[in-house]
C-alpha cells in the first residue's frame, strides 16, 4: 500500500520499533532516499543491522527510545507493541509518529479498531486506510504461550 498505492516510500522514512528491520529494509528496498530504523534494545537494532547488510540496503540505525529521534520526515512506518502487555504502548508510539511525519502507517490488533480511531481523530489526524490481515507471530519473549501465534491485525494509514 505505502510504496505502490500511494508513493508514500520516496522520501525520508523512520521505522519506530523496527525490531529485526523488515519495515525499514522494505522501505529501503523500495526506494525511500534516507530510512532510519529505531529500538530500545541492542540485540534488536544488531539483527537489523545483519539483516539490511544481508538485503544490501543503506539505512541507519538508532539504539534509543521514541525521544531518540526528532525532526521533520516524509512518513513513518511501525510495528509498534500492541499494548497488550504495557496498555497504550501503541498509542506512545503514534504520538510521537505524528510529531514525526504527516503520514504513518501502523499495524494493530484488529480488536482495538474502534478505540485506535477515537484516538487517531481525537490527535487531529484522519484515518486514510485499512488492510485487515492475519500475521504469524514466532515465540520470541518470555510471555508467549504458543510456538506460533496468528494474530488478527490491521494495517493503518493515517494522514495529517
Known sequence: MAGFEHSDLEGSIVDLGTGTGRLAIGAALMGAREVLG????????????????????????VIGN????????????????YGTRSPHQDTQFLSHAFDLAPISYSIHKTS????????????????????????????????????WEAIHVDLYRIIA
Open 66 to 81: 521514541l525521544d531518540s529521534v526528532r525532526g521533520n520526515f516524509s512518513t513513518i512506518i511501525m510495528n509498534p507493541p
Open 112 to 147: 482495538t479498531q474502534r478505540y485506535l480511531v477515537q484516538f487517531v481523530n481525537k490527535k487531529g489526524r484522519r484515518v486514510d486506510q485499512v488492510r485487515r490481515m492475519t500475521m504469524q507471530i514466532p515465540h520470541l519473549f518470555g510471555f508467549h504461550r504458543k510456538k
Open 38 to 61: 529505531l529500538d530500545i534494545d541492542k540485540r534488536s537494532i544488531r539483527l537489523a543491522i545483519r539483516n539490511g547488510r544481508r538485503a544490501r540496503v543503506k539505512a541507519d540505525w
